[in-house]
């Protein structure tokens, strides 16, 4: 006779898998590589990737400001990351994009990375506090560092193969405003 006494689609606590213990709201952050590390940024922050087009020099401006291009008859500023985050830079590579963000005067700015990766849908059990997880001396536009568990999947529908191990979180409003 069945065990009426459980309810059914119940799984005990100590049988669930480690991404069913993570579930709940979940935001996706866009991944990209900077100097041979990942970084993320919330999808919602960036509006668009590009190829990065010819630019043009702008004198003056400071070390991170790599110039300016016309995307769609609006200027737009772009900024490399690298420099603005003090990381050690490398030769231009193919795979270069430019993240059109919107900074919070309301201009568009473009960040140049290394390679755009994937996008990731992760739950706050899978997100430490940048306090926490480096100790107390952290850069202000340092959010967090993501864990990824293993076996979670991105929005692509990739599997945990070759997934970082961990994915430092970035507050774009502050690396702008630095």
Known sequence: MANLSRRPGRIPVSKRSPRAQATGPRTEYLAFTLAGDTY???VSLVREILKPPPL???PRAPDS???IVSVRGQLVTVIDLRRRMRLHEGAQQRRARILLVDAANGETLGLFVDEVQQVYRLADAEIEHAATALGGDVAGYIAGIARPMHGA??????QGEAQPRVIILLDLQAILAS
């Open 40 to 42: 993320a940024a919330p």
């Open 153 to 158: 999947s991105a929005s692509d529908g990739t």
């Open 56 to 58: 043009t020099p702008v």
């Open 65 to 67: 400001t790599m110039g």
